[in-house]
């Protein structure tokens, strides 16, 4: 094992996710990095200076910017993401007083947006962290997944319908007709599941997409668009608390008449709670999917090999998934954790109240690891032995669905256009500007 370094050591390297062409440099710049050390000192910008984030969220910005390690190593990567003595509270290295200051703000009335994004799995250490999981894991395992299989492939196919309907009436007609894969397929089908499965009404589908649709946007939004957004979200917040009075007078089979029962059992399940788990479980249901349902479709229809391989054996569907979930997964890294004490990975030491981030997406495409990494190989033995979705208690609870949904995704599409190609060169085709890794249009010939 090497020395231990030191933070003053270490030379930090901006990486600029406002920047368009980021996501295509990024693995480069993450090689770079992996040649020296299993990490590196980096700074994380997000937003301009001058506005972006929403108002008064100053924890928001702090976890999302800023300083921190990020871990490019595979191994060490793991190792990190299994480390308890990592928190990814950092309200927990706080002087008692400073953090009863702390909880006492977060109590006010004017911060009902703060607590809607609040006390949710993300930012929460066991055994909080384990409590709010053991409420929602029934709905995410292996068996109940599985059983959604035709309810998906139905949702699949009548937005195909759609988009063919909606191209005849554009007077577009055979051979090939135009969709935007990500508004007409990759957007509505995650949306329609995790609406399915939370209990949004068929007809409240469109107000609560718009409301939540431009979140990870606010990073790059002016201080004006910034407010709009909070207006949104909170307009959102007031529509799921109606629906939870609903779903306490009238229970249905959903995921938020469950949580409400178990708050009304005395499950420990505190208001805020229920909103924050709520909010968090239908937003990220849909968002990493949107970009991994993309993303498999631009990596397969822009990689002559890998398209060949899908088309002569379309069994590798889930494989193809897979690997891109490694090759392109929409989570460049883990969220900021903070360490309690001073921690050694990898002959670095992080000191006490450093943060480190699990670099997803460099530990990827690790040589160590996988063999000819930056290859898209959809018939790599090894593509699932990735961590796009996260390791350890953290692990992205969504991921059994997601699976579900891309391998839908591709086998319907592909197997409905067999001839479906890109409308425009690849490197038209621009990533979004997102804190997720996808793209914002995907132009498609059907």
Known sequence: MTSPTTTQQAETTPLDLRDPSFRDRAYGIYDDLRAGCPMSKVRFVTRDDDGGALPGDDRRREMLEGDCWLVTHFDEGVEAMLDDRFTVNPARLLPPEQLAAMQAQAATADNELGRALGRNLLNLDPPDHTRLRRLVQPSFTGRNIAAMDDRVRRIAADLLDAAEREAAERGESAPYRMMDLVRSFAYPLPVTVISDMVGIPAEDRGKARTWTENLLKIDRADPEQAADIQQRLLEFVDYLKDLFEKRRREPQDDLI??????????????????????????????????????????????????????????????????????????????????????????????????????????????????????????????????????????????????????????ETLFGRYPELRLAVPREEIRWSQDLLRGFERIPLLF
């Open 257 to 410: 008449s469950r949580l409400v029962r178990a708050e009304e059992d005395g499950d420990t399940l505190s208001p805020d709670e229920l909103l924050s788990m709520v909010f968090i479980v239908y937003v990220a249901g849909f968002v990493t999917t949107v970009n991994l349902i993309g993303n498999v479709t631009v990596g397969l229809l822009s990689h002559t090999d890998a398209l060949a391989a899908f088309r002569a054996d379309p069994s590798l569907a889930r494989n193809a998934v897979e690997e891109t979930l490694r090759f392109w997964g929409p989570a460049e890294s883990t969220l900021p954790r903070t360490a309690m004490e001073d921690v050694e990975i990898g002959g670095v030491v992080i000191r006490a109240g450093e943060r480190i981030r699990a670099g997803l997406a460099a530990m990827d495409r690790d040589p160590e690891k996988f063999a000819n990494p930056n290859v898209y190989d959809i018939t790599r033995a090894d593509a699932n032995r990735h961590v796009a979705f996260g390791k350890g208690v953290h692990v992205c609870l969504g991921a059994p669905l997601a699976r579900l949904e891309g391998e839908i995704a591709v």
